[in-house]
């Protein structure tokens, strides 16, 4: 996975009350981290996180940086023309990434950006999953990282292509030089790896921002355990055009006339990118005319500084005639004058200086004290919510995410990762070629039954949530259906979803409710199955009963054996059991790369091993 280096560098840039940010160095420092090739927070003291009520001097602020200092695709010196592209989400950020670091010290980013290393010790290039050779490929075979596409790197190169076609448009009709790792194909794996080092360390920020770059956020690694001590906090509900909380008036009377197009047309839509303004391919772009060579400025982004409003010309004034005093004869007098104002301009000056000097010092002594206060709705936070321990590494969460995922996104895997699961619809699909007699109940199932079961089992998941609080709702920001609003969100999104994608053995070994209920569902008799759906008042808590609850019959079990049978034979090599994968990790350098893809094989080897032994 990219590495985090000269960590000392973006410690002192936080002392800069320039960059708005504030880290917490009193209680924090960070040094190199025995889990990973890179570094990590260290708390300092022990101390324990004040209750959220108690808290009126944020005492729990580990890490404060205001929006305007988080680098994204709405926030460099390129914005107005990712924005003109409609390049958003990790598209957008990736070229923010890549102009900014073009710019070099000019950038507000240059300590930032100088810390994230994309190479490892060797000087070679830390790419994605997508890119190993076959041979590292070949451990991860029938594995979920498979399954969902981690190991096809075409969607890598549609990034590539796209990215190469920005540049090449803004060269074109802006005169933005090429960055050197767009310029040809042959740069398409430091591409990879920069995507891959800016997509481990992106956080989602807002509805204005999206995902964006947090200069200290991401020095906290992962605990996949839910032991994690801090947590990210930012106001994400802000206008999708300004990015303000309130009063811009956007949400009254709409967005600017220049960006209604784009809320119709959508801000991510990269495949309608214009492919005739831009030149096809990077390779066949290079030769460019005279003109633009002559105008091009090569290494020298001003033409970028002229973007991001950092670049003044400044315009020499002149004295009329009438002020200017005319002289007949030079005497004692005028010459005593002269020197008389030359000294008093001095001594200004030096008065100024030093001033200017005491100023400065009080200026940092009241950021010293007022940079806890930067408005909170406006900034990035890490918090700290579980008691950290003196010289221990403090750790965030990325999330509930399984191995396919740390694996894809971050380039490491967790040994008995709880967030595990298999989906067996492969193995289902394969069956249902063979079996035309289930059609009728597999389109019945795909309509209304999973559906059915998934809404019963979130009720009841909400009644024993509910149970747990006391069986109160009154402090619950929630709907009449018990739902909130973000949780009706992620409803709308999921019912897209297959079926199929749902039926997985999950940590530690077990069949999920939707994969008993299509077993059953598969082997019950045909009686059993027309007097189910024939009954008006068939509903969640029914098939919960009939398909789920009801005791296994020996056909449903036989079919589950077959399904993760045939799973786990095609998982790997197909033939080397957990155990005797778990005696080679044993062997092998615990942060390697063939480490981590034997650690998510074997954790998928030995979820259906178990599952196997539970039937």
Same mark, same amino acid.
Not at 431 to 450: A, T
């Given at each position: 996975m990219a590495t985090t280096v000269n960590g000392e560098q973006l410690l002192e840039w936080f002392q800069d009350p320039a960059n708005k940010s504030y880290f917490n160095h009193e209680l924090l420092t960070i040094k190199k981290s025995p889990i990973s090739n890179g570094i990590g927070v260290f708390a300092l003291r022990s101390q324990a996180p004040v209750p959220k009520e108690l808290d009126d001097d944020e005492s729990n602020l580990l890490l404060r940086v205001h929006k305007s200092m988080v680098l994204s695709a709405q926030t460099c010196a390129i914005s107005n023309l990712i924005y003109e592209e409609k390049l958003g989400a990790m598209y957008g950020l990736v070229l923010a990434f890549i102009y900014e670091r073009q710019l070099g010290e000019r950038s507000p980013w240059f300590t930032y950006i100088e810390t994230i290393n994309y190479k490892n010790s060797k000087g070679d290039l830390i790419v994605p999953l997508c890119l190993y050779a076959d041979k590292e490929k070949a451990i991860l075979k029938g594995t979920e990282v498979e399954f969902m596409g981690g190991l096809d790197p075409q969607d890598l190169k549609s990034h590539f292509e796209v990215s190469q076609k920005f540049a090449n448009k803004v060269h074109k009709e802006a005169g933005l030089p090429i960055p050197s790792v767009l310029k040809d194909n042959s740069q398409f794996e430091e591409f990879a790896a920069i995507t891959m080092a800016v997509a481990s360390r992106a956080f989602e920020i807002d509805n204005y921002i999206e995902l964006g770059l947090v200069p200290g956020a991401d020095l906290f690694n992962h605990d996949p355990f839910g032991n994690e001590h801090v947590h990210f906090v930012a106001m994400g509900d802000v206008c999708p055009f300004c990015g303000k909380d309130d009063g811009c008036g956007h949400e009254d009377f709409g967005p600017p006339d220049s960006e209604g197009e784009y809320e119709e047309e959508g801000w991510e839509d990269v495949e309608n990118y214009d492919e005739d303004e831009a030149m096809d391919g990077s390779e066949e772009y290079q030769e460019s005319d005279d003109k633009s060579k002559e105008e091009e400025p090569g290494d020298d982004f001003s033409k970028l500084e002229e973007f991001d409003g950092s670049f003044k010309s400044e315009t020499p004034t002149y004295e009329s005639?009438?002020?200017?005093?005319?002289?007949?004869?030079?005497?004692?007098?005028?010459?005593?004058?002269?020197?008389?104002?030359?000294?008093?301009?001095?001594?200004?000056?030096?008065?100024?200086?030093?001033?200017?000097?005491?100023?400065?010092?009080?200026?940092?002594?009241?950021?010293?004290?007022?940079?806890?206060?930067?408005?909170?709705?406006?900034?990035?936070?890490?918090?700290?919510?579980? &008691?950290?321990?003196?010289?221990?590494?403090?750790?965030?969460?990325?999330?509930?995410?399984?191995?396919?995922?740390?694996?894809? &996104?971050?380039?490491?895997?967790?040994?008995?990762?709880?967030?595990?699961?298999?989906?067996?619809?492969?193995?289902?699909?394969?069956?249902?070629?063979?079996?035309?007699?289930?059609?009728?109940?597999?389109?019945? $199932?795909?309509?209304?039954? $999973?559906?059915?079961?998934?809404?019963?089992?979130?009720?009841?998941?909400?009644?024993?949530?509910?149970?747990?609080?006391?069986?109160?709702?009154?402090?619950?920001?929630?709907?009449?259906?018990?739902?909130?609003?973000?949780?009706?969100?992620?409803?709308?999104?999921?019912?897209?979803?297959?079926?199929?994608?749902?039926?997985?053995?999950?940590?530690?070994?077990?069949?999920?409710?939707?994969?008993?209920?299509?077993?059953?569902?598969?082997?019950?008799?045909?009686?059993?199955?027309?007097?189910?759906?024939?009954?008006?008042?068939?509903?969640?808590?029914?098939?919960?009963?009939?398909?789920?609850?009801?005791?296994?019959?020996?056909?449903? &079990?036989?079919?589950?054996?077959?399904?993760?049978?045939?799973?786990?034979?095609?998982?790997?090599?197909? &033939?080397?059991?957990?155990?005797?994968?778990?005696?080679?990790?044993?062997?092998?350098?615990?942060?390697?790369?063939r480490t981590m893809l034997i650690v998510a094989t074997l954790n998928e080897k030995k979820l259906l091993e178990k599952a196997l032994k539970t039937l």
């Open positions: 005639d009438e002020e200017v005093e005319e002289l007949e004869e030079i005497t004692m007098d005028y010459v005593a004058k002269i020197e008389r104002e030359l000294k008093e301009e001095e001594e200004r000056e030096k008065a100024e200086e030093e001033e200017e000097r005491d100023s400065d010092m009080d200026s940092e002594e009241e950021f010293e004290l007022k940079e806890l206060y930067l408005n909170p709705d406006e900034c990035c936070d890490i918090v700290l919510e579980r &008691k950290i321990f003196k010289n221990k590494e403090v750790f965030n969460t990325y999330g509930e995410l399984p191995n396919s995922v740390l694996l894809v &996104k971050y380039g490491f895997a967790v040994e008995d990762n709880p967030y595990d699961s298999i989906c067996l619809g492969p193995q289902i699909v394969e069956y249902r070629k063979s079996h035309q007699e289930l059609e009728e109940r597999i389109d019945w $199932w795909g309509c209304m039954g $999973w559906l059915l079961l998934r809404e019963q089992e979130r009720a009841d998941e909400e009644d024993a949530q509910r149970d747990e609080r006391g069986g109160s709702d009154a402090d619950s920001e929630e709907g009449d259906d018990g739902r909130n609003e973000e949780e009706e969100e992620e409803e709308e999104e999921e019912e897209e979803e297959s079926w199929l994608f749902n039926c997985r053995i999950e940590h530690p070994g077990r069949a999920n409710a939707q994969l008993v209920a299509v077993s059953k569902l598969f082997t019950m008799s045909t009686a059993e199955f027309e007097k189910m759906i024939g009954d008006e008042e068939c509903d969640g808590s029914t098939i919960k009963e009939l398909l789920v609850n009801s005791k296994a019959t020996m056909e449903s &079990k036989k079919l589950l054996r077959s399904w993760i049978d045939g799973r786990l034979s095609s998982t790997g090599d197909g &033939k080397t059991r957990s155990g005797e994968m778990k005696r080679h990790l044993k062997k092998a350098d615990p942060l390697s790369v």
